[in-house]
């Protein structure tokens, strides 16, 4: 089970798009054609943000809202991976067997590409504020941006 739900406000990045949630699919937030940052609950906030602050760097990016990670939208992350070629996964859960490894367990079989996943790697930490506890854990646009730099850096296509 992948279970979240913050205790804090968090900005809305959905209430102005016209979408229905459907088990199993995702939604583009916005379309790029250099890589794909992939925001999972309340880490979709930074991902909007990291991928607005690339433009200023001449990056594109795509924003895909995964709001279901069982089962996964693989026909949307396989277009996306064909797309760009570039994956960044953040969410506020353990790397391990979270979001991004079911991602990047089905590119490894249908199509291999470069995925970084951003997330925690320990439990235990407590803070005044679900923000003080993503900050604590590098889950925020300016370290996104980092990322993604370093990526697209390494990664020409």
């Known amino acids: 089970v992948y279970y979240r739900i913050g205790r804090d406000y968090a900005p ?3 209430d102005k798009l016209d979408y229905t949630f459907k088990l199993g ?9 250099d890589l794909t940052i992939i ?13 607005e602050e690339l433009k200023k760097y001449g990056i594109n990016a795509s924003v895909i809202n995964l709001f279901s990670v069982k089962p996964l939208d693989e026909e949307l992350l396989l277009k996306y991976a064909q797309k760009t070629g570039k994956f960044i996964v953040i969410e506020e859960h353990n790397v391990n067997a979270g979001a991004g490894s079911a991602i990047s367990e089905l590119l490894s079989t249908r ?4 995925v ?8 235990g930490r407590s803070a005044r504020s679900q923000r003080n506890l993503l900050e604590y854990y590098g889950l925020t646009y300016t370290n ?8 697209v850096q390494r990664v020409r296509r």
């Not at 199509?111 to 470069?114: L, Q, R």
């Not at 970084?116 to 439990?123: A, E, L, P, R």
């Not at 996104?144 to 990526?151: G, Q, R, S």
């Open 144 to 151: 996104i941006v980092k990322e993604a730099l370093n990526l």
């Open 39 to 51: 925001g999972v609950g309340v880490t979709l906030w930074d991902a909007v943000k990291a991928s």
């Open 12 to 14: 809305d990045v959905t």
């Open 25 to 33: 699919k995702s939604y583009v937030i916005k379309d790029g054609e």
């Open 111 to 114: 199509y291999p590409i470069p």
């Open 116 to 123: 970084k996943i951003m997330g925690t790697t320990s439990f």
